[in-house]
Each structure stands twice: as C-alpha cells, then as structure tokens.
C-alpha cells in the first residue's frame, strides 16, 4: 500500500487567494471548477506544476493544504502517469497549513510556505 503525504499544494492567483481569505472557501478556479474537482500537487510537483500551468503569471500565491482535513481526496494518474491529489468538495481555509506569495529557490524551485 502507497503512503501519500498529508500535504498538498494549491496554486492560486492573487485574487483567488483573496476570495479564500474573505469567504473560507474556494470552489475552485475555471480549469478545477471544469474538471469537476481542485488541482492539488505534491511538494515534488510543485513547481513543474508552476513551471507547466501558470508559466509567465505575476502575483501567484502558494497553499499548503492539509489532506487528512477531507474526505474527498482521491490520488488520480495525471501527468506522466504520476499521482496527484485531486479534491472533490471546495477548499476551506480552516484547512491550510500555511500559504503565502510564491517565491524560488536559487535553482528555481518553488518554495513551500511556513507557517507563522
């Protein structure tokens, strides 16, 4: 049996991120809102995922979200065959861990956000 971790990254746009901060929750953007569920990534897929779909945004914001908070995550074969989390119920900002604006590394890798 697969262990997954128990966190997982949302990335949002400033705005969205500020609607999770006035509302508590966040139904998901356009593409999640299509697919029928929130994108999430692991920490190693992060900034791939970064790289990959949000290529040439400014003011992008980066949640760590805690999975064991839901019920409805389901690991799903995406890009590569890898596994990634995907949520089935909105986003509730009771749920994240930590968030804050995306940042890099020197090497380029999107940096996880602390708490506090």
Same mark, same amino acid.
């Given at each position: 049996?697969?262990?997954?971790?128990?966190? &997982?990254?949302?990335? *949002? $746009? @400033?705005?969205?991120?500020? =609607?999770? #901060?006035?509302?508590?929750?966040?139904?998901?953007? +356009?593409?999640?809102?299509?697919?029928?569920?929130?994108?999430?990534?692991?920490?190693?897929?992060?900034?791939?995922?970064?790289?990959?779909?949000?290529?040439?945004?400014?003011?992008?914001?980066? &949640?760590?979200?805690? *999975? $064991? @908070?839901?019920?409805?995550? =389901?690991? #799903?074969?995406?890009?590569?065959?890898?596994?990634? +989390?995907?949520?089935?119920?909105?986003?509730?900002?009771?749920?994240?861990?930590?968030?804050?604006?995306?940042?890099?590394?020197?090497?380029?890798?999107?940096?996880?956000?602390?708490?506090?």
């Amino acid at each position: 049996m697969t262990t997954h971790p128990q966190t &997982a990254y949302k990335v *949002l $746009t @400033a705005d969205q991120m500020a =609607k999770l #901060e006035a509302e508590g929750r966040f139904a998901g953007a +356009p593409v999640d809102l299509a697919d029928g569920y929130i994108h999430l990534s692991t920490a190693e897929q992060l900034t791939e995922t970064v790289d990959r779909h949000f290529a040439g945004q400014a003011d992008l914001w980066v &949640a760590a979200v805690d *999975l $064991t @908070a839901f019920r409805t995550v =389901k690991w #799903e074969d995406s890009r590569g065959g890898q596994l990634f +989390p995907h949520l089935y119920e909105p986003l509730l900002l009771e749920t994240l861990v930590a968030y804050g604006p995306l940042k890099r590394d020197e090497d380029g890798r999107v940096r996880l956000p602390v708490a506090g």
